[in-house]
Nanobody, 128 residues
Framework: QVQLVESGGGLAQAGGSLRLSCLAS????????MGWFRQAPGKERDFVAA????????YYGDSVKGRFTISRDNAKNTVYLQMNSLKFEDTAVYYC?????????????????????WGQGTQVTVSS
């Protein structure tokens, strides 16, 4: 079972940038597709971005397309989320997830409890 630890959250102004990192351990990182999800207070967890194990394919939620970029470094067992042009509505707890399937299967992580491994989350707060 892979363990995930997120970092890089914090406070940013609208229009600013943050970079999240997720360090994986306890598994073969290069065999996992990775994703970022977020949950705002009182709302359901939403998909943000996903990347295949080879980094050949990336997927984004409609609300972050063109602003966020997911990437991974398999040598460092780390996945990143570069967040630019931040908006107030990006405020949420951001979670890293890992699953042993296609990157395009990210939606299973939201509906199947045991589909993915999850980190503990990191808070991102965007001030308007």
């Amino acid at each position: 079972q892979v363990q995930l630890v997120e970092s890089g959250g914090g406070l940013a102004q609208a229009g600013g940038s943050l970079r999240l990192s997720c360090l994986a351990s306890g598994g073969t990182f290069s065999t996992y597709s990775m994703g970022w999800f977020r949950q705002a207070p009182g709302k359901e967890r939403d998909f943000v971005a996903a990347i295949s194990w080879s980094a050949g394919n990336t997927y984004y939620g409609d609300s972050v397309k063109g602003r966020f970029t997911i990437s991974r470094d398999n040598a460092k067992n780390t996945v990143y989320l570069q967040m630019n042009s931040l908006k107030f509505e990006d405020t949420a707890v951001y979670y890293c997830a890992a699953w042993e399937s296609w990157g395009s299967s990210w939606y299973h992580a939201l509906s199947q409890p045991d589909f993915a491994s999850w980190g503990q989350g990191t808070q991102v707060t965007v001030s308007s």
